[in-house]
Structure formats: C-alpha cells, structure tokens
C-alpha cells in the first residue's frame, strides 16, 4: 500500500483497524471492525472540518491517477456533492462524474470520499444503525458498503458521484470480513497464499 501511495502521489495516514471482539449484531467479526474502522476515521475528519478520503489497503491506484486526479477533482468541486466513489462495481456509467442515483446501491468501499460538510450526517447515521438490532427496517449493523447505500437511500440529499472508469481496483488479498478459506487461517501457507494472489493479478485472473 505503501508503494501504491508513493506512486499514485498521494499522502495519507494510516489508521490501525479495529479488531472487535464480539459480532453484536454483524454478519462477521471483519464486517464489525470495518465499520467501526470507518466510523473512527469519519469522526478524525470531522475534528479537522476535512473532506475526508478513505482508502482501503487492497486498492490498486490505476497507472495514471496522478496525472488526472487534479482535474477529476476539480470537476467534482465544481458539483454539490455529499459523497463520492472514484473506485466502484457500478458498470452502467457514462465517462467522467456522474450522480447516483440514491436508490443505486454501491457494493465495496475501497476508494471513497465525503464532503466535510456531510461527514457529520453520516456519522450520526451510522451511530443509529449500531442501536437497532439487526435487520431492521431502518437499518441494523450491517457491511459498511450496505450502510453507507442505506443512508443514501433514506437521505437523498446526500448527493452521490462516481468515475468512470474506476481509479482504482481491488488487489487480491486475504479478506478480513468473508469467512477465511483454510490457506489464510494457516500462517505458514499465507505467504504461498500472497504469491498466488499477485500471480492470478498479474495475469489478470
């Protein structure tokens, strides 16, 4: 991830995520800990009145982010924008920014940014979801993915942007949320594991 920053020319912090030690409610241990972790780091944002960027440390910056960055992000400056998704699974959009819809949800949080005048919003809304029991009908705890979709469901005013094509992708790499496969419970495979991961990515399996 290191590497990737460097490359991409981006400056960021690095935030050591929570490792919860009960579901409360979640489908998965990782799912809890990855929406605290978000939750954690909105709050930071929000002490500092920041748009706030997360980036998730499987995500690939696409060769010429650099380059382009500055005038995507200008142009999305230049929209009332609440919050955006540089990097997403959406596969019907036109090139460039465009809005999403509210009732579009959007699968994965690997590159996300928040206004800082929504981040505040957002927070109080994912706090809600910690008090309701799971599935309820305004939101439990749930996938922070399915969190931050359902808020945008409820509250249209936070307005919605995505690129395309995405400015990054997912890596391949040990999943802290899904139910780990039996070579990354096992730390004397997780290394082959690691290797085939970056040989399938290579070779663009």
Do not use: N
């Amino acid at each position: 991830m290191e590497r990737q920053l460097r490359r991409a020319g981006v400056t960021a912090s690095f935030f050591p995520a929570i490792k919860p030690a009960e579901l409360q409610g979640f489908p998965s241990i990782g799912a809890h800990g990855c929406f605290m972790s978000h939750l954690a780091v909105l709050k930071e944002g929000q002490r500092c009145h920041q748009h706030v960027m997360i980036i998730e440390d499987d995500l690939d910056f696409v060769d010429d982010f650099q380059s382009r960055w500055g005038d995507i992000f200008a142009d999305l400056e230049a929209q009332p924008w609440s919050i955006f998704y540089p990097a997403h699974f959406i596969e019907t959009l036109p090139a460039g920014i465009s809005e999403v819809a509210p009732g579009t949800g959007v699968m994965c949080t690997h590159f996300m940014m928040f206004h800082r005048d929504a981040v505040a919003e957002i927070i109080g809304g994912l706090e809600l979801m910690l008090q309701r029991p799971p599935g309820h009908s305004d939101g439990g705890p749930m996938h922070v993915d399915g969190a931050y979709s359902t808020l945008r469901a409820q509250r249209p005013s936070l307005r919605t942007f995505a690129y395309s094509p995405a400015l990054g992708t997912q890596r391949s790499s040990r999943s802290d949320i899904a139910d780990l496969k039996f070579y990354d419970r096992m730390a004397a495979l997780r290394p082959t594991a690691r290797i085939f991961r970056e040989l399938k990515r290579s070779l663009g399996l």
